[in-house]
T-cell receptor, first 109, second 116 residues
Framework: DAKTTQPTSMDCAEGRAANLPCNHS???????VYWYRQIHSQGPQYIIH???NNETNEMASLIITEDRKSSTLILPHATLRDTAVYYC??????????FGQGTELSVKP | GAVVSQHPSWVICKSGTSVKIECRSL??????MFWYRQFPKQSLMLMAT?????????EQGVEKDKFLINHASLTLSTLTVTSAHPEDSSFYIC????????????FGPGTRLTVL
């Protein structure tokens, strides 16, 4: 599975959009981009995933560049409850989820 | 939505004893489940893939005789930490994909194991 690179930490003001970048320059054509988050001392939570097109759901939007070498997770109106570690993972259907270090997002009042 | 539960949520045991952790998919069947371990301030580390009706597949460096996995039914996988030692103290998390052909994983809430 392709390796991802994410910033170690980010801050965001409450009510503002949080934009979390992820680089996956070695992604192959059949690998999806998945985003999960883990609030402290809880199990990870699925957020969103995509292959080529941008995706949006009730939690977030996922913007994937045309060359698919990077993506951005957007939380449109961050709240204090969005403080968590966000993991960007790329892998094949049927593959195992391999977690990197993720981005620790701190939403501040 | 899909829910995965774990029991117990936390456990404290003495060194040398064995501890069993259960992972259940509550509203869907899972032929495959995954077990992770997470140490403080670290990311999740995949330990093994639990396969219903067959042997588990362990990741490199994970002792299969120490971490016994049994996937007895389509909704239950168990992880038994045998002869636990303080270095086994960790946060153990299971996950299961919902639906054939999907890799969206649903995670349990985790089990905090402390070995004295």
């Amino acid at each position: 599975d392709a390796k991802t690179t994410q910033p170690t930490s980010m801050d965001c003001a409450e009510g503002r959009a949080a934009n979390l970048p992820c680089n996956h320059s070695t992604i192959s054509g059949n690998e999806y981009v998945y985003w999960y988050r883990q609030i402290h001392s809880q199990g990870p939570q699925y957020i969103i995933h995509g292959l080529k097109n941008n995706e949006t759901n009730e939690m977030a939007s996922l913007i994937i560049t045309e060359d698919r070498k990077s993506s951005t997770l957007i939380l449109p109106h961050a709240t204090l409850r969005d403080t968590a570690v966000y993991y960007c993972i790329v892998h094949n259907q049927g593959g195992k989820l391999i977690f990197g270090q993720g981005t620790e997002l701190s939403v501040k009042p | 939505g899909a829910v995965v539960s774990q029991h117990p949520s936390w456990v404290i045991c003495k060194s040398g004893t064995s501890v069993k952790i259960e992972c259940r998919s509550l509203d869907f069947q899972a032929t495959t489940m995954f077990w992770y371990r997470q140490f403080p301030k670290q990311s999740l580390m995949l330990m093994a893939t639990s396969n219903e009706g067959s042997k588990a597949t362990y990741e490199q460096g994970v002792e299969k005789d120490k971490f016994l996995i049994n996937h007895a039914s389509l909704t239950l996988s168990t992880l038994t930490v045998t002869s636990a030692h303080p270095e086994d103290s960790s946060f153990y998390i299971c996950s299961a994909p919902r639906g054939a052909g999907t890799d969206t994983q649903y995670f349990g809430p985790g089990t905090r194991l402390t070995v004295l």
